[in-house]
């Protein structure tokens, strides 16, 4: 029985400390290829305001292009790794297509700061 108090208090412990560790807020999208090549990367941010949300918007488009690149992969690796920094979704374009727009939005009180990198054939 003793036994059982120990694994159980070991458990709620380390679910704890999983539920407590901080967490980049990254997107990847697609998968790499054999052939692709890197076609942009791109830094976003923006800082922190008192009391505010910040948003912000990406394209990617490839104009006066005579054959556009199809996109593969999309990342969007989050800079900050503590859990406090902004979230990125896709809002139309990435994998499949020429075009790729992106929407950012950061916690209240805190910036965002990304680095996007597009991958193509």
């Not at 922190?48 to 969007?76: C, F, R, W």
């Not at 075009?99 to 939005?105: M, Q």
Request: glycine letters at 10%; charged letters at 20%.
């Amino acid at each position: 029985m003793k036994l059982l108090y120990v694994f159980t208090f070991i458990a709620l412990c380390a679910l704890a400390r999983a539920a407590d560790s901080p967490a980049s807020h990254n997107l990847e999208m697609g998968a790499r290829m054999p052939g692709d090549r890197h076609l942009t990367r791109e830094v976003i941010y923006a800082k922190s305001a008192v009391l505010q949300k910040k948003t912000g918007d990406y394209t990617y488009e490839q104009k006066n292009v005579p054959k556009p690149a199809t996109i593969t992969y999309l990342k969007v690796q989050d800079q900050y790794t503590n859990g406090k920094g902004g979230y990125a979704t896709l809002t139309s374009g990435g994998p499949g297509f020429s075009y790729v727009n992106i929407h950012f939005t950061s916690k209240r009180w805190r910036g965002y700061n990304f680095i996007i990198d597009i991958y193509g054939i």
